[in-house]
């Protein structure tokens, strides 16, 4: 059976609504799906109805960057009570910091010379502030346009070269995610349910044997093992992994988009496929 359980939508830094979503799924023949915005449910029940209509089991989900010490990772959690009052106090206080941080570097571009109406920028995002669609918004003005291309001396730039120049840029300064501590992850998580797991371990360097232990000991459930972002040899190390300290196997595509422009591969859904009979214990949290 075709699953996918790290989805993106509108309501954070994906660019299809969460109905749009659900009905892309059903169009690639998944039947059990999960919605994971970063640090918002705003389009959790959306999602529901959605997949209601297209007979996809919906699952519900979060994406958290977490921190432990020095440590930093992503999270994927499942199955909690997403009318939680608390969990939403949690994730306003994430997303009232991270539109902080947004602010803070286009002040700093706007002295560069880029046009931006900061305010008006802003506004659009009532959740998570998209850095992706914050850099459409900058690219969308011609004179903006004009000087990214001067600036990067490249006509046809791409958004990650932007985003490198202006947003990860030491002399501009550096965006960073919004972490949270994962103790206060797992101590909310004793109140609303759930499950905890790590997602694309191989793309962020986080299979290190010591540090999966320690995560697996604090309380989280599971790792992602099939994630397009992993390749062949980190999805078998994380499968080992998996096996040996007892995780729960996940997989999810992280889709944000289709590429569009007649390209031949849209996105990883074109050649990636997660069948949940590749993942042990994945029952645990798709039932």
Known sequence: MLIDLQLHSTYSDGYLTPRELAKFADGKKIKIASLTDHNTVGGAEEFRRACKEFKIKPITGVELYAKLKSKRFNLLWYNFD??????????RNIQTRRRAQ???????LVGLGLKIKINKVLD???????????????????????????????KRPREEEIV??????????????????????LELRKKIGGQLVLNHPGRDNRLER???????????????????????????YAQF???????????????????????????????????????????????
């Open 82 to 91: 997403d009318k939680n009052p608390e969990l939403h106090a949690f994730l």
């Open 102 to 108: 947004v602010r803070r570097i286009l002040k700093k």
């Open 124 to 154: 659009k995002y009532n959740h998570y502030v998209p850095l992706n669609r914050v850099v459409d918004d900058i690219w969308s003005v011609s004179a903006n346009r004009a000087k990214i291309k001067r600036d990067l001396k490249n």
């Open 164 to 185: 490198g120049a202006y947003f990860y840029n030491k002399k501009i300064g550096r965006l960073h995610e919004t972490r949270v501590d994962i103790k206060r992850v």
């Open 210 to 236: 010591n540090f999966l232990m320690t995560i697996k000991k604090l309380g989280i459930d599971g790792i992602e093992v099939l994630s397009p972002h992993h390749s062949i040899g980190a999805v078998m």
């Open 241 to 287: 992994m998996a096996e040996e300290i007892g995780f729960i196997m996940s997989g999810g595509s992280d889709f944000h988009l289709e590429e569009g422009e007649n390209r031949p591969v849209q996105s990883s859904l074109e050649y990636f496929k997660i069948d949940s009979k590749h993942l042990k214990g994945i029952k645990k949290i798709i039932g």
